[in-house]
Nanobody, 118 residues
Framework: QVQLVESGGGLVQAGGSLRLTCIAS????????MGWYRQAPGKQRELVAR???????NYADSVKGRFTISRDNAKNTVYLQMDSLKPEDTAFYYC????????????WGQGTQVTVSS
């Protein structure tokens, strides 16, 4: 199977920065898209940013210009650099990856909490 493990969340003041890391491990042949989603209390999970295996990215409008997604294919790792954080960025952040094992499947991490204080 596949495991995704996130790290890097925490408490930060508004205007600060955090860097999230997600490492995929297991019976992986290759990874297609990787991405970050978030879910705030009482809200639906939403896309933050995604990146293809070739490095193409897309971002939610609310984070464009502040967040940067990147990946290291050799390490099966995706990063989310979050700058100029706002209180409305407070949420549980989840990593997602489309992984090829003996089939193509969508895998999720357990999530990491990001809290931005005003």
């Amino acid at each position: 199977q596949v495991q995704l493990v996130e790290s890097g969340g925490g408490l930060v003041q508004a205007g600060g920065s955090l860097r999230l890391t997600c490492i995929a491990s297991g019976s992986i042949l290759s990874i297609n898209d990787m991405g970050w989603y978030r879910q705030a209390p009482g809200k639906q999970r939403e896309l933050v940013a995604r990146i293809t295996s070739g490095g193409r990215t897309n971002y939610a409008d609310s984070v464009k210009g502040r967040f940067t997604i990147s990946r290291d294919n050799a390490k099966n790792t995706v990063y989310l650099q979050m700058d100029s954080l706002k209180p409305e960025d407070t949420a549980f952040y989840y990593c997602n990856a489309i992984v090829i094992t003996h089939y193509e499947g969508s895998w999720w991490g357990q999530g990491t909490q990001v809290t931005v204080s005003s």
